[in-house]
């Protein structure tokens, strides 16, 4: 099964690599990837890590200890074993737990396999129903994935929020507003005062929000804000995309820049122009250098969501 869908997704998963990590210079399409990217560990507080490739796709966050370890997505690959492996030099203790911060391929793509190991999978009750259909991302103008298979999807939902107490922490993950899809879960891990953001949060691009699944500009804003209230000076915040960690700052340079196109947008809108003059003038031009570097989502595509969210 596990093979017949990695054969099936073969030429996607170049694409999807492209677009979803933003375009490695030594991937071209058509050339599949003979083994998936490692991961590196970072430590980041506590016994909190992040395991990330080079390319800042899809951030995992991993919490260790003797209970066994609780992990925060699964990477786009459907193999687990950049996982094991990633996770081999910081424990003996198998994985036990799953959360999927939201329904993205490059969120759950080793689900099957981990549940084949006897992982429990976590999530929002929207991912569970988003799985059972064909999944659709948003960049390039839309691109779709085919349904996960039975084996991916979570075993335990939760409408509002779950708390595990394992490792010595009370880790909550809790629904935050309709931001980058409809079902987005933030984990925290109070001890070592780490606040992992999912892809509501991202430090290396513009927001990407899914408005087909769920996604609002104006929720995103509000998530973002209520990560700013959750977080003190000492928290280390782990983004969706975007390599290592950050902190408050962090959050507040992402939302300073969603507020600054949100009100220029909003400027134009109330001077009557249209989504060609919006595009036209130009509204991020100060901050495509900084934000704009990834080809698979830019201002010209983030731009006719705010527009259409605020011109009602
Ligand atoms: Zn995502």
Known sequence: MLIRITALCSLMAVAAALLLVGAGPSLTAGAQPATPPPLEAIHVSGDVYTLQTPTAGGN???????????????????ESQPILDALSG??????????????HPDHIGANAELADHGVLIFAHDLVREQMLDRIRIPRRGGVFFDQPPPEARPVVTYDKEITFHVNGEAVRSFLVPPSHTGGDSFVYFPSADVLHTGDVFRTNMYPIVDVRNG?????????????????????KVIPGHGFGFTDQAGLEEVLGMMTDIRDRVQTLISNG???????????????????????????????PIVYEEYSD
């Not at 104006?218 to 928290?235: K, N, Y």
């Not at 060609?276 to 704009?292: M, Y």
């Open 60 to 78: 995992l966050g991993a919490l260790i200890g003797p209970d066994g370890v609780l992990l925060v997505d699964a990477q786009f690959s459907a």
């Open 90 to 103: 910081l424990t003996d203790e198998s994985i036990r737990f799953l959360i999927n911060t939201h329904i």
């Open 215 to 235: 996604g609002t500009f104006s929720g995103m804003v509000e998530a973002i804000e209520l990560a700013i209230d959750l977080a003190g000076s000492e928290t």
């Open 273 to 303: 122009a249209s989504l060609d003059e919006v595009l036209a003038a130009r509204p991020t031009a100060h901050l495509d250098e900084r934000w704009g570097g990834v080809p698979s989502w830019t201002a010209v595509d983030l731009l």
